[in-house]
């Protein structure tokens, strides 16, 4: 792949033997792979002290897809928010993240396990995909865990919803003890490879999870750490109510939402909250009203409304920005004793102190 470096704007160009061209920042094109190609730019600036590990492949925004990859890339932009796209056609890709983490997406092959065995010292796999995943890009895993097994990598699974906010949120203590398992099974200077589909959303939040969790890194640190070497979108509100969930438990309080709907309406749906976005739950008529009551645990949910098929939001209920998505949102604030504790976890920074830590700990060894 001949690639050339734009000093002022600091972007690498590279273009593939099809004549396609991509462009990254001179940051991330220090090390550009594209299928089994590397380009090596100029070294990119210090950024802490993981700034030495910059070998990492680069999503390849810029190339078209099949018509698999623009329909999981519009209804990835559509639900998670942001212009990332996933050309599943590529082959794998990833993001060295620290020295024993790799995040990227998911494997195709036998060969691919093969290969992160033999270039980047892959020890473990942990795989977040539902098998419904591998279904729409018709991956067959069996060759996959033939070929950990045959390179000595350890493989295991997690199954997270894709586009799933509040799925991540339950699954997230399990798969940060599944990727704790897969790291503290390496040896030296071996890694551990978490991936869900694109290695955009899920993969990257269980990252983040392990650094914050596990690590004891602040958690925007972590977040600024990851989405610097890899852009993708992970929900950070979800390890945050993830967070929560671990400390305090799931106590559900009663909510009702509504809205006034059009008088000729005949179907009022509700998407997001605790269902996720694919499983939207029916509205009651109450007099000018459609409304929905549900148990929910503390936390921040968000939602929308579909009204005889059209996607909508209550222009009279709390209103948030999501990558660009306008969603409706409900706070709820679960038991009162725990409340100033959850306003701090739920905060922007949301700070741990050590006995938290300790709790958190305590937790993941026992899903381990």
Request: hydrophobic fraction near 35%; glycine fraction near 8%.
């Amino acid at each position: 792949v001949p690639a050339t470096m734009d000093r002022e704007m600091g972007v690498v160009e590279a273009t593939t033997k099809s004549g396609v061209k991509a462009k990254v920042s001179r940051c991330q094109a220090s090390s550009v792979r594209v299928g089994s190609s590397a380009v090596m730019g100029r070294p990119c600036a210090s950024h802490g002290r993981h700034a030495e590990f910059r070998r990492r492949r680069i999503l390849p925004i810029s190339f078209a897809g099949s018509s698999s990859s623009e329909e999981y890339s519009e209804v990835m932009q559509a639900k998670m928010g942001g212009s990332l796209t996933y050309v599943h056609e590529r082959g794998i890709n990833y993001t060295r993240i620290l020295p024993n983490l790799i995040v990227g997406s998911c494997l195709q092959t036998g060969a691919d396990a093969k290969a992160l065995r033999r270039d980047e010292k892959v020890k473990a796999v942990l795989c977040l995909q539902q098998d419904s995943d591998m279904d729409y890009f018709h991956l067959d895993l069996d060759p996959v865990l033939e070929g950990c097994k045959s390179a000595g990598i350890d493989h295991l699974r997690c199954r997270v919803n894709d586009f799933d906010p509040y799925d991540l949120r339950l699954k997230l203590p399990q798969g940060v003890a599944a990727l704790h398992k897969a790291v503290s099974s390496c040896g030296e200077g071996e890694c551990a490879y978490v991936h869900c589909t694109a290695g955009l959303g899920r993969a990257p939040g269980v990252a983040i999870g392990y650094m914050y969790w596990v690590l004891g890194m602040p958690l925007l640190d972590a977040h600024r750490l990851l989405t610097s070497k890899r852009p993708c979108n992970p929900k950070v509100n979800s390890i945050r109510q993830a967070t929560c969930d671990l400390l305090f438990g799931l106590e559900r309080s009663r909510v009702k939402i509504g809205m006034k709907a059009p008088v000729n309406a005949k179907e009022v749906l509700v998407a997001g909250l605790d269902m996720g976005w694919d499983n939207p739950a029916e509205c009651k008529r109450e007099l000018d009203r459609f409304v929905l009551e549900r148990d929910l645990p503390g936390g921040r949910f968000q939602y929308k409304y579909i009204v005889d098929g059209r996607w909508t939001f209550n222009a009279d209920a709390p209103l948030c920005d999501d990558n660009g998505n306008s969603n409706n949102y409900i706070d709820v604030s679960g038991g009162e004793n725990d409340y100033l504790v959850r306003k701090r976890l739920l905060s922007e920074e949301a700070t741990l102190t050590q006995v938290e830590k300790d709790i958190l700990s305590k937790e993941l060894q026992r899903r381990m």
